[in-house]
């Protein structure tokens, strides 16, 4: 089992160009939440999904969209890179919406807007 | 405002304990959760604390006061490999996670 792999790992933007991170998981898993993590800052939520055809903003949702057309996969797409969105991202999934439910993240994607 | 706060940086003998503390406030509250990561790594959960008291598994052990608001990971016989970032959530009132900065623990010989 792959449990929760994301693509591309490493990405280098300009400003203004359009990229999508993929998020894809085998763990049959309902929940699934894109976050950021910036150095001196907690993670911080950008969008999140509790359901195929469903999704939901978070905390940071400005800049990215978001799509679940398959329950397996959660693509986060930047349509116009800006250098504020120089960051890691972690996509990451649960069974119970977090409810006690512990989360499973991705290796992360480092992308960097030049 | 929701806030969480842990101590940015610290640094421990091996063989040692050491403890890892955070205090939360959260609109509501929901339970009080432990991650590691490791340096260019993924988070991976460690527990998950919802009533009072010390909850021990193995050489780790997390502790949470919800009227004071308060949590800690305590961390025996320290090993080199416990050289991580070590991450406190809490859990809101909208099942949300309030994440904290995290807490660099630097373990030396």
């Known amino acids: 089992n792959a449990g929760v792999t994301q693509t591309p790992k490493f990405r280098v933007l300009k400003t203004g160009q359009s990229m999508t991170l993929l998020c894809a998981q085998d763990m049959n898993h309902e929940y699934m939440y894109w976050y950021r993590q910036d150095p001196g800052m907690g993670l911080r939520l950008i969008h999140y999904s509790v359901g195929e055809g469903t999704t939901a903003k978070g905390e940071v949702p400005d800049g990215y969209n978001v799509s679940r057309l398959k329950k397996q996969n959660f693509l986060l797409g930047l349509e116009s890179a800006a250098p504020s969105q120089t960051s890691v991202y972690f996509c990451?999934?649960?069974?119970?919406?977090?409810?006690?439910?512990?989360?499973?993240f991705g290796e992360g994607s480092r992308l960097t807007v030049l | 405002g929701q806030n969480i706060d842990q101590p940015t940086e610290m640094t421990a003998t091996e063989g040692a304990i050491v403890q890892i503390n955070c205090t939360y406030q959260t609109s509501g509250f929901n339970g009080l959760f432990w991650y590691q990561q490791h340096a260019g790594e993924a988070p991976t959960f460690l527990s998950y604390?919802?009533l009072d008291g010390l909850e021990e598994k193995g050489r780790f052990s997390s502790f949470l006061s919800r009227s004071k608001g308060y949590s800690y990971l305590l961390l025996k016989e320290l090993q080199m490999k416990d050289s991580a970032s070590y991450l406190c959530a809490a859990m809101d009132s909208n099942y949300q996670l309030i994440w904290g900065a995290g807490t660099k623990l630097i373990i030396k010989p």
């Open positions: 990451a999934t649960s069974s119970f919406a977090g409810h006690t439910g512990e989360l499973f």
């Open positions: 604390n919802v």
